[in-house]
């Protein structure tokens, strides 16, 4: 060994009771249990975002529930005589080019956007689910058909797809068919998020640990792998319902949406108010108001689900 | 990296020819005369109604017809419009128009995005990123066409800064205002996935390695942070393109620009469903191009993909 | 800093007053989290460093090691921050140095290898690029050609064949052992004073490990840098280092010369950490019947493995492989595929009772056999019989009832258990899966199965975050026995787990296989490991059984060169100890 240019080490040892050893991988249990559902559930409801969004998307659902608790007026009624009158008495925001009352209309064109949404994300969830499960955890040639025709679907922009569809049914427009020309192309996006999750998951040992127990690869897939991949897909269908609202008043705007003779929408309002926006902006305004606001709820609370959710961020937790 | 480009193209095939079928499929093989259903209640002209029928071949099978119209498609005959214009015309004449404000639309929003989620990213949970992720998420949930409206009336009506509708022949200083509104629906978007990826790539090993190698600070955030972040970012903004054609109808429609978007606006507006047909197709076909390319662009920027 | 001084009797301390320590840190305290509630994660660390030392700091995983180096060079990750204490660099204090003098220090006078080659490069640039970025940053070279030339140097240096062409190359293009010797090259190119190395070979194959190491060593003893070793592995710790620091929850325990430690342990955690280091029992277990001294039997692996073994040859053959081959297609190229062989050949029997150790390092094929045993994998050609019956062809009911008598356990415990089923319902989903008993018999199963590996009945109701790695490898192991196999295949079960909370994993395997008979095929990388627990043996390189022999058989008298190598290879396997 070479000669140490340097002092030879002292032996040094620190005091016991400074440094107590304690047991090898003692269990520690906590008082408070925990999983992934209970520790987001905890995350969301401490922040200030969720309670926000919580309010907006109660306020929503109350307005579309019972629209007769907040306005007596019916929104159909039109009376040239206000044609684009200020605020009144019991007509806190004024009337449309048409002498209807903007705040009824805005009151009852909520239930319309609300069930728009619920059925598209209903149908993107289901579908998206199992095309995006049967690809994800079969592989091979089921998820080469499953991907090709997602592809097929996802190349056509859903608004511009749900147009063709929406012009096709002109004879048929209501909320099922715009849902349906809405969810049927927007599945792709949400069967592709799954899959990817599933293709993760589905290399973990406790997968294969259950497969070796002789699961069948229906119920490991049911049972294990599904629901550890769903997380991804949640805060996609939170945002996607934001989105399926905008789509339906896009297309009502585009005047390819629900026909304004028979529903009230926030989209048609927009549109019939475009052309007073020198003279009347507020008719546009007000209805754009209603549905920014509502927008923003479903967006807001997608974003605490998502931060709750996310694998990341709760590991710096 | 060859044998990615091949596949990525040949993957291409199959999609081009079941979207193109899908909406013939949707227009075409509906019950009932479909030529009078695109009319929808109005009276058609009876010679127009000849001609289109012809045009679509509807006289032979199912089949037949979708493969003859897709033969139209790739010599660049997309039929005709109610009116009886071509629409290869109406194309050549306003594609390169919206070209160049979705050009103008997208350098706004990746310059503004890459700055400010880079920025978010880098002073994460600080004011700044607070602040920004709020208004982030409002731009998130403002629909396009009242983005569009908010602009034209207070920069175009109140403050006058700008024209309100786009003159002929589409000069620049008429674009900006709609570029912005477009780029504005993009914006939200972007800005939040470059912070994400920005967040993600500080947490790497390979930037403290970095730091450590005593590298400073302003060569390490845009040689290392945001040359990684920015991965995500710029695939991502092109594969939009989907949103960006929605936003570029409602855009245009708005602001009277004389491209694609506009006249399938006023296509839609009119009941003329032949003009509504032929113009997703081609959109339909850009988007596919687009993402050819985007594909390409992720092997340029990943060497990881290039090199398998 | 007080604490007892045990001077060695023979060898008085020198103190050269013109040697001064390079690096002085004294009473370092670092804390994260938020600034109202700190969390202190060192309380006080001291130590010195000295012009060419070598130095290794010591511990398991929360021990501090890392975040000591980090704070020197303040690169704490997150909210990491140093709230006392002192760092002096050659007598000047860099404990809260402002950025820019930072970024002068860092690379020019002290330089890190970090620790996992796969993550510490950034994947977008070549890997000359990254090297000569170094080069340009510390003021080595200037001009592109110089810096090149430089570049190409540094990665020669380092033992990086072909270095000018490879630098071109991206990172994912190099192995990990180039990717590894880039990295030393990277942190020795401006020729620093000091070296820190965490865990530099960790992530690496243990023949690979040696070479580089000791390419380490040459370096770094030409040109006089110290070099402060950050490790988990003791034997490793005391093969390359003159000073040995022990660190625990933060505080440093012992510290002093590395033999002296080894032979003399004084500190409670010392004493545990060198008892179940399983480099050094294993040189022992031949040399020193004597019982070392250990808190518990627990961590006594000396002990454990001079315990009766059963002979071999206990018992019928409970699992018969017979030329056993698996191939797998590989693309290749652009357009073609070629067979890639997984396995060729491999032929062992291993009996009731018994351990058979599948030996082998990446890619030598011991999981994929693993996995054939399982039958999650269908051979490619041969046979496997297990209990007797062929396996080849077995399906539907047969391969059912097969199932209860072959249970695995994996190596990943943080994805061993299902994150949304708690411990109760994942131990029970065996008995469930086969319907053996009923409810009330199945809950009375769950529990006595948490008796036997040695875990609170309480757990049944809780989740798998809620557990450390060493839990949740034993409630992988409760639920292995479930069903009452008679063979358990453990695929690297105890490799990701820290060295004290391996051997108490390796304990009760030893026990739970005295008490229910249990046959176990333990598949490893570490040989080291392999002589606590293993009766036989079967070392594999590159898909094929190169030598198979009982394990004193190929601890004593190793036939191949490859086993040869790898028992060289093993860090501290040379190194001689007394007992206290």
């Known amino acids: 060994m070479p000669e140490p240019k340097h002092p030879i080490p002292e032996h040094f040892v620190a005091p016991f009771d400074e440094t107590p050893v304690a047991a090898v991988d003692a269990v520690k249990i906590d008082e408070k249990k925990s999983n992934l559902w209970l520790d987001a559930w905890r995350d969301m409801r401490r922040r200030p975002m969720f309670w926000i969004s919580a309010l907006i998307i109660l306020v929503v659902l109350l307005v579309s529930l019972f629209p007769t608790l907040f306005t007596q007026v019916d929104p159909r009624a039109a009376d040239l005589e206000f044609t684009k009158a200020g605020p009144s008495d019991g007509h806190p925001l004024g009337f449309n080019n048409q002498g209807q009352d903007i705040y009824a209309r805005i009151i009852y064109g909520t239930s319309t956007s609300v069930s728009v949404g619920l059925v598209v994300i209903l149908m993107t969830f289901v579908i998206g689910t199992i095309m995006g499960a049967l690809a994800g955890y079969f592989g091979g040639f089921v998820d080469t058909v499953i991907s090709r025709v997602g592809d097929i679907f996802f190349s056509i922009p859903y608004i511009l797809a749900a147009v063709i569809v929406m012009t096709v049914f002109s004879e048929h427009r209501n909320v099922f068919v715009i849902s349906l020309a809405i969810g049927g192309f927007s599945w792709p996006v949400a069967a592709r998020i799954l899959r990817s999750e599933i293709l993760q998951v589905k290399n973990a040992d406790f997968v294969m640990a259950s497969e070796a127990l002789g699961l069948s690869r229906m119920k490991t897939l049911a049972r294990h792998v599904l629901p550890n991949s769903l997380a991804p897909l949640i805060v996609a269908t939170t945002l996607s319902l934001a989105a399926a609202i905008v789509a339906e008043s896009v297309l009502s705007f585009l005047g390819v949406g629900l026909p304004a003779k028979d529903f009230i929408s926030w989209g048609n309002d927009i549109s019939a108010a475009q052309r007073d926006l020198r003279t009347a902006p507020m008719t546009l305004i007000y209805p754009s108001l209603a549905l920014t606001i509502t927008v923003l709820g479903f967006v807001m609370l997608g974003e605490v689900v998502r931060d709750a959710l996310d694998p990341k961020a709760r590991a710096q937790r | 990296m060859l044998r990615y480009l091949l596949f990525r193209i040949l993957q291409v095939i199959p999609v081009l020819l079941g979207t193109t079928f899908l909406i013939y499929f949707l227009v075409f093989a509906m019950p009932g005369d479909p030529i009078l259903a695109m009319f929808g209640d109005k009276t058609p002209d009876p010679a127009i109604v000849e001609r289109l029928r012809e045009q679509y071949n509807l006289d032979k099978p199912f089949f037949v017809q979708y493969l003859l119209y897709l033969k139209g498609v790739m010599v660049g005959d997309f039929g005709m419009s109610f009116s009886g214009q071509a629409v290869s015309d109406i194309l050549a004449r306003t594609f390169p128009v919206t070209i160049r404000l979705a050009a103008m639309a997208i350098v706004l929003e990746l310059v503004l995005a890459l700055a400010i989620g880079l920025v978010s990213g880098l002073r994460k949970g600080k004011l700044f990123d607070n602040v920004n992720l709020i208004i982030g998420l409002v731009f998130l949930s403002i629909p396009i066409f009242v983005i569009a409206f908010i602009a034209q009336y207070f920069l175009g009506i109140k403050l006058g800064w700008f024209r309100t509708t786009v003159g002929s022949g589409a000069p620049f200083e008429d674009m900006i205002l709609p570029a912005i509104v477009l780029g504005f629906s993009l914006y939200a978007t972007s800005m939040r996935l470059t912070r994400a990826s920005v967040i993600d790539t500080l947490n790497q090993d390979f930037v403290r390695t970095a730091y450590a190698k005593g590298l400073s600070r302003s060569r390490v955030i845009p040689v290392h942070v945001l040359r990684n972040s920015m991965i995500p970012t710029i695939t991502n903004s092109a594969a939009n393109f989907g949103v960006l054609m929605v936003g570029a109808t409602v855009t245009e429609g708005i602001f009277n620009v004389p491209g694609v978007g506009n006249a399938l606006f006023h296509a839609i507006l009119r009941g003329d469903n032949s003009l509504v047909v032929s113009f997703v197709t081609f959109m339909v076909l850009v988007y596919l191009g687009v993402n050819l390319v985007v594909d390409l662009l992720y092997a340029v920027l990943d060497p990881r993909i290039r090199y398998a | 800093m007080n604490g007892t001084t045990q001077q060695n009797e023979e060898n008085t301390v020198q103190t050269d007053s013109a040697v001064q320590p390079l690096l002085s ?183 690979v490990q040696r070479v580089v190491l000791d390419h380490l060593e040459k370096l770094t003893s030409e040109s006089g840098t110290a070099v402060v070793f950050i490790t988990h592995d003791l034997g490793l710790a005391a093969e390359r280092a003159e000073k040995l620091i022990v660190m625990y929850k933060g505080n440093i325990v012992e510290s002093g010369p590395s033999r002296e430690i080894l032979q003399h342990p004084q500190h409670p955690y010392t004493k545990r950490l060198v008892s179940a280091a399983p480099s050094l029992a294993s040189r022992r277990i031949g040399d020193d019947p004597s019982v070392p001294t250990a808190p518990t039997s627990t961590f006594d692996l000396a002990a454990l493995a001079e315990e009766t073994k059963p002979k071999v040859g206990k018992g019928e053959p409970m699992i018969e492989v017979s030329d056993l081959g698996k191939i797998y297609k590989l693309r290749k190229g652009n357009f073609g595929s070629e067979d890639f062989h997984a396995v060729s050949g491999a032929t062992f029997t291993v009996n009731r009772g018994e351990t058979m150790a599948l030996v082998g390092e990446s890619g030598s094929g011991k999981s994929t056999i693993a996995k054939m045993v399982l039958q999650l994998e269908k051979p490619s050609s041969g046979s496997i019989r297990i209990a007797g019956e062929e396996t080849a062809g077995l399906s539907g009911r047969k391969l059912f009832d097969l199932r209860r008598t072959l249970q695995p356990v994996f190596q990943d415990p943080y994805g061993s258990l299902d994150p949304l089923h708690n411990i109760g319902n994942t131990i029970m989903e065996p008995l469930k899966i086969h319907n053996v008993g009923d409810a009330a018999s199945r809950k009375a199963r769950v529990l006595e199965l948490l008796d036997q590996v040695a875990l609170p009945r309480e757990l049944a109701t809780r989740y798998p975050n809620e557990l450390s790695g060493g839990q949740r490898q034993r409630v992988a192991v409760a639920r292995g026995l479930a069903l009452k196999p008679d063979i358990l295949v453990l695929d ?32 490893t990388h570490d040989l080291a490991v392999v002589r606590l627990i293993a009766d036989r043996v079967c070392v594999m390189q590159q898909g094929r059984i190169v030598e198979q022999a009982t394990t004193d058989e190929v601890f004593e008298n190793p036939q191949q060169e490859y086993t040869r190598n790898l028992l060289a290879a093993i860090p501290g396997g040379s190194i001689e100890l007394g007992v206290s």
């Open chain 3, 25 to 207: 840190v004294r009473d370092l305290r670092v804390a994260f989290g938020k600034k109202k509630e700190p969390n202190e994660v060192l309380h006080g660390v001291g130590f010195d460093v000295y012009p060419g030392e070598t130095v290794a700091i010591v511990g398991e995983s929360g021990s501090g090691k890392s975040t000591t180096m980090h704070a020197v060079i303040n690169l704490l990750p997150g909210t990491g921050r140093i709230t006392g204490g002192s760092v002096l660099w050659k007598g000047r204090e860099i404990a809260n140095l402002p950025r820019r003098e930072m970024e002068q220090l860092r690379g020019r006078d002290i330089g890190l290898v970090p620790q996992d080659p796969m993550s510490n490069l950034n994947p977008v640039w070549s890997i000359g690029f990254q090297v000569e970025e170094a080069i340009r940053a510390n003021g080595v070279a200037s001009g592109r050609k110089e810096v090149k030339q430089r570049a190409v140097e540094v990665l020669e240096q380092a033992g990086l064949q072909n270095a000018a062409q490879r630098m071109k190359q991206y990172p994912h293009q190099f192995s990990g052992g180039m990717k590894q010797r880039a990295l030393i090259g990277i942190g020795l190119a401006a020729n620093p004073e000091l070296l820190i190395a965490d865990e530099p070979t960790s992530a690496l194959d243990v023949t």
């Open chain 3, 492 to 523: 690297e079960a105890v490799s990701a787990l820290d060295v004290l909370v391996q051997a108490q994993v390796l304990d009760l395997l030893a026990e739970l296989q005295r008490d229910l008979g249990l046959t176990y095929l333990f598949i």
